[in-house]
């Protein structure tokens, strides 16, 4: 078989796996537009920008308990990393561990701070009480028949998402710089895009316009928004993929 031959047949692969791809993504948005059509708007919106090209059914998250196995524990977790086209067409990062704690489905997501040294100790506890405070925000509204808990921290591993901490306020890429005073509620918003979810707003050179997205989500407005179900299904249904 010649090369030519043999990049036709990839071609014809990829297209056919994308095809399935499209289809897979319409049963996921039917049944999330059963409980809201804002849901399936936007959980379509996440998966069409992901460098993960799976969508399986809703209902196998539902029962992670049952299909995600318990071999997965916090000292051999499930790493999941890729890509989401971030805004539409800005390359990236996300990495974040999924593993069993006895019963407990636990979501770990961390960055790597480039000026680690140049931040205090204090700084970084206050820092991560907020992070704490936050991982709590993420997953208190979610409403799995197991536990299921999501942390949020610092670590030096350099394969991370990695960002600047900054004493000032700052607007910018969740992969560019992170404030010190930034809220609870931002910094789940921040901790979100590590673990691949996009922003839901029109987001315009210097000015961005939450009006016309789903109000009641942290990828909307992070100052009232939630996490709702179409971002936990985004966030796990990659242990499958």
Not at 78 to 90: N, Q, S
Not at 230 to 241: A, D, E, G, T, W
Request: charged content about 30%; some cysteine; hydrophobic content about 30%.
């Amino acid at each position: 078989m010649s090369n030519y031959s043999i990049l036709i047949f990839l071609l014809l692969v990829s297209n056919l796996a994308y095809s399935s791809y499209k289809e897979k993504i319409k049963v996921v948005k039917n049944y999330y537009h059963q409980i809201d059509p804002l849901y399936s708007k936007y959980v379509e919106k996440h998966l069409k920008r992901d460098s993960k090209k799976c969508a399986p059914h809703p209902k196998y998250i539902k029962k992670l308990d049952r299909y995600f196995s318990k071999k997965y524990t916090r000292n051999n977790p499930k790493v999941i990393k890729g890509r989401i086209r971030y805004l539409g067409f800005v390359p990236g990062k996300y990495l974040y561990k999924v593993y069993w704690e006895k019963d407990t489905l636990t979501v770990q997501a961390d960055i790597r701070v480039k000026n680690l040294k140049r931040v205090s100790r204090d700084d970084l506890k206050k820092l991560q009480v907020k992070f704490d405070s936050a991982a709590r925000y993420f997953g208190h509204s979610q409403k799995f028949t197991f536990p299921v808990k999501f942390e949020f921290g610092i670590t030096e591993e350099k394969k991370h998402v990695k960002t600047k901490i900054v004493s000032r306020h700052s607007r910018g890429p969740y992969f560019w710089r992170w404030s010190l005073k930034n809220s609870r509620n931002t910094h789940a918003h921040e901790f979100a895009h590590v673990m691949g979810l996009d922003d839901e707003y029109k987001n315009r050179p210097f000015n961005p316009s939450s009006k016309h997205c789903n109000q009641k989500s942290i990828m909307c407005k992070s100052r009232q928004g939630v996490a709702l179900d179409y971002h936990y299904y985004v966030i796990l249904r990659r242990v499958f993929c």
